[in-house]
């Protein structure tokens, strides 16, 4: 069973606005994290942002927000004021328990229109 | 500054052909990881390591050998029993830290294509 579902292969926002991306997960470990990437056209990850199972508040960094649903075992990515540099495939990924390795989803194409 | 690196950028196999993929890190990170992206996809991870001289398979090893001889370096061979290599290669560093907030790195990937 897929451990991460990212259910829209790619959307199209107005620049400006807000964009929200998408993540759901499959897990019966309690304690877990959620990571959220970024890979332009040019093939590299970066990091975005991270949520642990047991945080008590949704994750920010920037632009980016978290809306974390635990029991509903969501982890949707808010891109705030999108920017055409925005444009690029975004990956939910988790990591579970102690272990070290990262469940990827299939990801998601953001194109931001001027 | 600190990163991975992965070389080369683009590399070209011939029909049974084994080939190396470099990748080098100066995180100081005792884990390592190799992924394989297809167009359009997400990772799969093929290899990772915890620890010189050790590895473990992940969800595709087959076709693929790993050596972890230094703590800096995690070469990938893409063996001529790889039937399908057309692929991103990307490789991923991280600390050694259980239920840690700390992400995964990544170098700038390796695209291999089959002559």
């Known amino acids: 069973a897929q451990k991460i579902t990212q259910t829209q292969p790619g959307m199209f926002v107005q620049e400006k606005e807000a964009v929200t991306l998408d993540c759901t997960y499959d897990?019966?470990?309690?304690?877990?994290?959620l990571f959220w990437y970024k890979q332009p056209s040019s093939g590299e990850m970066i990091f975005l942002i991270y949520q642990g199972s047991y945080d008590q508040q949704n994750a920010t960094e920037g632009r980016y927000s978290l809306n974390f649903q635990k029991a509903r075992k969501s982890a949707n990515l808010v891109i705030s004021a999108s920017q055409l540099g925005d444009s690029a495939m975004y990956f939910c990924a988790m990591r579970e328990g102690g272990d070290y390795k990262l469940s990827f989803g299939a990801g998601t194409t953001v194109t931001v229109r001027a | 500054d600190g990163g991975i690196t992965q070389s080369p950028k683009y590399l070209f196999r011939k029909e049974g052909q084994n080939v190396t993929l470099s990748c080098e890190q100066n995180l100081n990170h005792d884990a390592m990881y190799w992924y394989r992206q297809d167009p359009g996809q997400g990772l799969r991870l093929i290899y990772y390591s915890q620890i010189v001289n050790d590895f473990q398979k992940g969800d595709i090893a087959e076709g693929y050998s790993v050596s972890r001889e230094k703590k800096e370096s995690f070469p990938l061979t893409v063996t001529s029993a790889q039937k399908n290599p057309t692929a991103f290669y990307l490789c991923?560093?991280?600390?050694?830290?259980?239920?840690?907030?700390?992400?995964?790195?990544f170098g700038d990937g390796t695209r291999l294509s089959i002559l």
């Open positions: 897990t019966s470990d309690p304690s877990y994290g």
């Open positions: 991923a560093s991280s600390m050694l830290q259980s239920y840690s907030n700390q992400p995964q790195h």
